[in-house]
Each structure stands twice: as structure tokens, then as C-alpha cells.
């Protein structure tokens, strides 16, 4: 099958996900979102989870096209990390939002929840190894908190509260990444 195609019809599926939730993840919605004649998406992928597991795999491969180098210091993971949630808020919001609707969508549908149990798993590796990179000195705990607090400011980075932002300290990338590294590791 032409891949070309295939790419197009996943990068219609994040945007109908991040759009429209799950429910709203349909062959005949992605059709339209990819501007293609009905029934090609059914073509590509035909049922529901063939869909959804093309949705999962087509952000997978975007995320691992992000240019994530490994820092040097703690001055650079403060610019990786605080670049990488500028991500989230831009160029990056319509997959953060996909990937949290499947996320959402894995506790009812049982054989979702792999592969992104994976993906996860692969940026968490990530992240220790960027603390460690810097410098920093990594326990799995420490890493760990460092990864989950990240994660955990996703919805609220995408959501675009403003008051949120401001209480959580998000409204202030700089100062967010600061604070999270001098909490886990000391001040620099």
C-alpha cells in the first residue's frame, strides 16, 4: 500500500481524535479530514482498532522525529525540557491531545493500553538518560518524578487555562523546569 497515503490517512486520524475524541474517531471522519474519497480510510484500515492502532503507531513516529539531543549540563536540559513543553502548547498540541484521547480510550479497550504502556515506558528511558546526560545525579525515583511531573503538566499545557497555568507555575516554562529540577535535585 502506498505508505505516502497511509501517513496522510494517520495524520487525519490525530486530527480527528484531537478534535473529536475517540468517539468521534470514524473511518468515514478521517476520509473527510484527509480529503480523500469515502471508504479509503476502511481500505488502509479496516475496523475500528486497525484504526486505532494506526493512530497510536502514526504518533509514535511523530514523537520520533522530535530532535531530542542529550544534553550536557543542566542548563541544557532546562532548554530541552522547557522546549519540548513549548512544543505541547504549539507546533505539537494536536498530538499531545490525540495521545491523551487514546490514552483515555486504552481503559476500554484492553490491547491499546501496550503499546502505549511502551511508548511511555521509551520516554521515560529518555528523560532518565537526558537527567543523567546533564549531569545530574539520576536515581530511578528521581528521574521518574522529573518524567511524571512533565507528563502530568501536558493536559493542562493543551487545555490553555490560564489560571491553572499560573497556579501550577506553567504560565513560567523556565521557572517550571527550574523549580521541578531544584525540587528533585537541589538548586544548581
Known sequence: MNQERRDRLGD???????ESGSRGLTHRAVDAAASVPLGTTKN???????????????????????????????????????????????????????????QREATRTSWLAAPLDAFAAADFAYFEHAQRSAGLPVTPRRAATVTLALHAALPHLVADGP??????????????????????YGTA
Do not use: C, K
Open 12 to 18: 487525519a486520524a490525530i486530527a480527528v481524535l484531537a
Open 44 to 102: 488502509y484500515f479496516p475496523t475500528r482498532d486497525a484504526l486505532l492502532r494506526a493512530s497510536a503507531e502514526r504518533i509514535m513516529e511523530l514523537y520520533a522525529e522530535i530532535p531530542r539531543p542529550a544534553p550536557v549540563d543542566r542548563v541544557g536540559l532546562t532548554a530541552l525540557l522547557r522546549t519540548l513543553l513549548e512544543h505541547v502548547r504549539g507546533h505539537g498540541r494536536v498530538r499531545v491531545l490525540a495521545l491523551l484521547e487514546l
Open 163 to 184: 489560571t491553572t497555568q499560573a497556579a501550577a507555575g506553567l504560565d513560567d516554562l523556565d521557572g517550571f523546569v527550574n523549580g521541578l529540577l531544584d525540587t528533585v
